[in-house]
């Protein structure tokens, strides 16, 4: 079998997947657009815009993809081999991670555009809202510090790492100059996309010839140093409004990203043509981890963003859905932005199946075997390599910068939701609170036996992607209970939801385990923030689920 063969399988179901099943869940879900949206009816012109569906899900796509579709699938290719991971990552964006995305941005619409917390305080309970709402906020912290990290990491990267933190500063400059643009000389959308994503390529070509290297500072390594700046850019893009950042941004972004995958299909589609790429990396490697964890439920939780991510249902409720112009927007902008960043998957899992096993051992992190990858399919468009390595290591700097700015801001919306705060004081006091545990977590220095530095985002992937999908299985289950009430079929949530639970928490458990062990068997308590998080997190999710389970059951006899 060749990589062409295997895209081209992912890319005919992915496309069955949103004429069939996108067109089912549509008439379920009853879209119409004589409906008018929150966008239309609050419009603001703050939170509440009509937006342009095609400018719309460039920025879904960039706010919900980040990291997480390129490092997942090629971390669990790398442990598992590519079969099981371009399964999941087809069949769970199908009929779990759309159904999940779009049905949180369809709820989010007939409630006022509100957040998929306030969904579940309407159609649940207060307890049920109150541990939603800190539910949530932990899972925020987690994504922040695993996103942070992977772009500080990034940015140290030996070759090329100063390069492309120099086009990545040059790229945010950019789109606040393509927000006031946008703002006061109202362009039409069409000639801002042809003046500014030509400068984009600016910016990586300018790269190289500016880099940008952090001297060290208050004792603290490149990468830490790295991480606290971004830290205080994620205070400062929470903090402004969304016209001046986040939706230019999340636009380039989000067409970056398409063309990042488009372009290097291309090239994967013309280097087939004069060659035959095979499928070089096993279709199975074994049934654990290398630290021992099983292939079930790991693989599902290590995809993550690929195939399902809980994180989703914040960006769908908490900033899509105030801009959906038309009802009937939610199908190309929810389902379609879900199977497009798994598309964006299987191009990431399509750069490590060129590889040998000993040459991806070689290459080590993921964003380096997709820039690997990728350079390689854009040299057959005659693109230099050099070129290549740093657009794609600035493509996945942007994605992490689209999830990064987002992420901060909805965890500032629920801090200030859950403690009440007002004004601009209390959106600043909300986001250094959501900002502080991130910086905690950063700033802990972690070795592994041989005395080497263990970056935090390793050290946090696997239990963002568990805390991720429980947040996944936890919105779910509230959905099914929306639409129950409502009187729909709510089993096409409702079964995700039971699937999802059970996959994250018994992969939360694995992962605490040596922890519990320690301290039950051996009484030996260590203060782990990461594992005391994940308790909470379980803890939570606990008692969600036996409220959730409790008022099912109340509507059911009733």
């Known amino acids: 079998m060749t990589i062409l063969q295997l895209l081209l399988s992912g890319i005919v179901l992915l496309i069955a997947g949103y004429k069939l099943y996108g067109r089912y869940l549509s008439k379920l879900f009853g879209l119409d657009n004589r409906r008018a949206t929150p966008a239309v009816r609050l419009r603001d012109n703050q939170d509440f815009i009509p937006t342009n569906r095609?400018?719309?899900?460039?920025?879904?796509?960039?706010?919900?993809?980040?990291?997480?579709?390129?490092?997942?699938?090629?971390?669990?290719?790398?442990?598992?081999?590519?079969?099981?991971?371009?399964?999941?990552?087809?069949?769970?964006?199908?009929?779990?991670?759309?159904?999940?995305d779009m049905a949180a941005m369809v709820a989010s619409l007939r409630h006022q555009g509100k957040s998929i917390a306030e969904i579940i305080h309407e159609n649940m309970s207060r307890k049920a809202f109150t541990l939603f709402l800190a539910f949530l906020w932990f899972s925020i912290v987690y994504i922040v510090t695993a996103f942070t990290d992977i772009t500080a990491s990034t940015f140290i990267e030996p070759e090329h790492g100063a390069q492309v933190a120099s086009s990545s500063l040059m790229y945010l400059g950019l789109a606040l100059l393509m927000g006031l643009f946008l703002r006061r000389f109202k362009l039409p959308l069409v000639v801002s996309t042809l003046i500014f994503m030509p400068l984009v390529l600016v910016c990586i070509f300018l790269g190289p010839h500016f880099p940008v290297h952090l001297p060290?500072?208050?004792?603290?390594?490149?990468?830490?140093?790295?991480?606290?700046?971004?830290?205080?850019?994620?205070?400062?893009?929470?903090v402004i409004p969304?016209?001046?950042?986040?939706?230019?941004?999340?636009?380039?972004?989000?067409?970056?990203?398409?063309?990042?995958?488009?372009?290097?299909?291309?090239?994967?589609?013309?280097?087939?043509?004069?060659?035959?790429?095979?499928?070089?990396?096993?279709?199975?490697?074994?049934?654990?981890?290398?630290?021992?964890?099983?292939?079930?439920?790991?693989?599902?939780?290590?995809?993550?963003?690929?195939?399902?991510?809980?994180?989703?249902?914040?960006?769908?409720?908490?900033?899509?859905?105030?801009?959906?112009?038309?009802?009937?927007?939610?199908?190309?902008?929810?389902?379609?932005?879900m199977l497009l960043e798994s598309f964006v998957a299987l191009i990431a899992l399509a750069t490590l199946v060129i590889l040998s096993r000993a040459d991806a051992q070689a290459l080590q992190d993921p964003n380096r075997i997709f820039a690997n990858g990728v350079a390689l399919f854009l040299s057959n468009l005659g693109i230099a390599k050099d070129f290549a390595f740093n657009f794609a290591l600035l493509a996945f700097a942007t994605f992490v910068f689209d999830t990064l700015d987002v992420a901060t801001r909805l965890g500032r919306y629920i801090f200030q939701e859950f403690c009440g705060l007002k004004g601009r004081a209390g959106a600043a006091i909300a986001t250094i609170a959501t900002l502080a545990l991130p910086l905690l977590f950063i700033m802990r220095k972690v070795t592994s036996p041989d005395g080497a530095n263990i970056p935090a985002w390793k050290l946090f992937w696997t239990v963002f992607g568990s805390s991720n999908q429980l947040?996944?299985?936890?919105?779910?289950?509230g959905l099914s209970i929306w639409l129950y009430r409502g009187k729909k079929k709510f089993l096409v949530t409702l079964l995700p939801a039971i699937f999802m639970s059970a996959v994250a928490i018994v992969s939360l458990l694995l992962l605490l385990k040596p922890w519990l062990t320690g301290v039950l068997l051996r009484g030996t308590f260590t203060f782990e923030p990461?594992?005391?998080?994940?308790?909470?997190?379980?803890?939570?999710?606990?008692?969600l689920i036996v409220e959730s389970v409790r008022i099912l059951g109340h509507h059911v006899k009733n």
Not at 57 to 66: E, F, K, M, P, V
Not at 228 to 234: A, E, S, T
Request: net charge positive; with cysteine.
């Open 54 to 100: 095609f400018y719309l899900l460039g920025q879904h796509l960039s706010a919900i993809a980040a990291a997480g579709p390129i490092v997942g699938p090629i971390l669990a290719g790398v442990w598992f081999g590519w079969l099981p991971t371009a399964l999941w990552i087809i069949l769970g964006g199908i009929f779990i991670g759309g159904v999940h």
């Open 216 to 238: 060290p500072a208050f004792g603290l390594d490149n990468r830490v140093s790295w991480d606290i700046l971004l830290l205080i850019y994620c205070f400062v893009a929470s």
């Open 242 to 337: 969304v016209w001046l950042l986040l939706q230019p941004r999340g636009y380039l972004g989000g067409f970056f990203l398409s063309l990042t995958a488009g372009v290097s299909f291309i090239g994967l589609v013309i280097g087939a043509l004069t060659q035959q790429y095979l499928l070089q990396y096993p279709a199975f490697v074994q049934w654990t981890t290398p630290q021992g964890l099983p292939l079930l439920p790991i693989l599902f939780t290590t995809v993550a963003c690929g195939a399902c991510s809980g994180f989703h249902s914040i960006v769908s409720s908490g900033t899509t859905s105030k801009q959906i112009a038309r009802e009937k927007d939610v199908r190309i902008v929810g389902y379609g932005g």
């Open 471 to 477: 947040l996944a299985a936890m919105t779910l289950l």
């Open 530 to 543: 990461m594992v005391i998080t994940g308790i909470v997190l379980l803890v939570l999710a606990f008692f």
